[in-house]
Nanobody
Framework: QVQLVESGGGTVQPGGSLRLSCAASGRSFIRETLGWFRQAPGKEREFVAA????????YYGDSFKGRFTVSRDNAKNTISLQMNSLKPEDTAVYYCNGGVTVLGSTGRPGYYWGQGTQVTVSS
């Protein structure tokens, strides 16, 4: 059974930071692009970030320039998302995904999803 389990979500004030992590099990994603998506109520799913299997090529959606950093640890089969300077519009459920296809600043998800973790940015 393939599982992707996120952690690190919570509530933070505007300008604060959170670090999300996702641990994969049941399948190796070392040769695949891993990434993050988010979805807020009433809005479309949005590509956040992804990083290739060799951890040398990160990609980011247009809304995250200079604020978010994606990374992966192949030895642990995990990916992380460091989120800084958070804004209220960052409030959403964040999902990790295995097998992302990146085209420019847009990412298409693969089949494998985590359960999601809630991030709330509010004063």
């Amino acid at each position: 059974q393939v599982q992707l389990v996120e952690s690190g979500g919570g509530t933070v004030q505007p300008g604060g930071s959170l670090r999300l992590s996702c641990a994969a099990s049941g399948r190796s994603f070392i040769r695949e692009t891993l990434g993050w998506f988010r979805q807020a109520p009433g809005k479309e799913r949005e590509f956040v970030a992804a990083v290739t299997w060799n951890a040398n090529i990160p990609y980011y959606g247009d809304s995250f320039k200079g604020r978010f950093t994606v990374s992966r640890d192949n030895a642990k089969n995990t990916i992380s998302l460091q989120m800084n300077s958070l804004k209220p519009e960052d409030t959403a459920v964040y999902y990790c995904n295995g097998g992302v296809t990146v085209l420019g600043s847009t990412g298409r998800p693969g089949y494998y999803w985590g359960q999601g973790t809630q991030v709330t940015v509010s004063s």
